[in-house]
T-cell receptor
Framework: QKEVEQNSGPLSVPEGAIASLNCTYS??????FFWYRQYSGKSPELIMS????GDKEDGRFTAQLNKASQYVSLLIRDSQPSDSATYLC????????????FGTGTRLTIIP | EAQVTQNPRYLITVTGKKLTVTCSQN?????MSWYRQDPGLGLRQIYY???????DKGDVPEGYKVSRKEKRNFPLILESPSPNQTSLYFC??????????FGSGTRLTVV
């Protein structure tokens, strides 16, 4: 079983709709959870971090964490073509070490 | 501008020829790390450093070396590159709480 799992996609969403990205993780001791966006040929850039159960909103982005079910999700409202990218879920499971374990990413395409 | 700088961006080399990929950050971060990214495997940590002169193996350290003589620099060394080290490499640094800032990447091809 992979430590961090994501549906690889591609996920196609019409412009203006809500894109929903999901991620599950295996280590119940995980403390910190992140969503990175990666455009083709570019480096990952952090878009959301979440540390406690519940929802965290930042503009059009909402991260949701459920530690009991070991999943974290990212919602993108009012999707724009510029949101087309690969979204990487990352988890920190090592207290005292900044190491992140990444999922393989979900490729999102926003259809105009 | 706060950034992580990697060089070179692209590199084609031959099997067995030693190479170094440089990484430098100007944010005074203590933690730095190297990842490689391969299709279907995602980002995997190669080595990390918690501070100057403190380095440790990540998940895929075989065939790589690192050093941390100064806080800002964390070079990745391939003593004898092999074709299975063809990959996209990222350097990253973090001030804390696992929030990583990535360099722009180095695409390495070993023939």
């Amino acid at each position: 079983q992979k430590e961090v799992e994501q549906n690889s996609g591609p996920l196609s969403v019409p412009e203006g709709a809500i894109a929903s990205l999901n991620c599950t993780y295996s280590d119940r001791g995980s403390q910190s959870f992140f969503w990175y966006r990666q455009y083709s040929g570019k480096s990952p850039e952090l878009i959301m971090s979440i540390y406690s159960n519940g929802d965290k909103e930042d503009g059009r982005f909402t991260a949701q964490l459920n530690k009991a079910s070991q999943y974290v999700s990212l919602l993108i409202r009012d999707s724009q073509p510029s949101d087309s990218a690969t979204y990487l879920c990352a988890v920190n499971s090592n207290f005292g070490n900044e190491k992140l374990t990444f999922g393989t990413g979900t490729r999102l395409t926003i259809i105009p | 501008e706060a950034q992580v700088t990697q060089n070179p961006r692209y590199l084609i080399t031959v099997t067995g020829k030693k190479l170094t990929v440089t990484c430098s950050q100007n944010m005074n971060h203590e933690y730095m790390s190297w990842y490689r990214q391969d299709p279907g495997l995602g980002l995997r940590q190669i080595y990390y450093s918690m501070n100057v002169e403190v380095t440790d193996k990540g998940d895929v350290p075989e065939g790589y070396k690192v050093s941390r003589k100064e806080k800002r620099n964390f070079p990745l060394i391939l003593e004898s590159p092999s074709p299975n080290q063809t990959s996209l490499y990222f350097c990253a640094s973090s001030l804390g709480h696992s929030v990583l800032a990535f360099g722009s990447g180095t695409r390495l091809t070993v023939v």
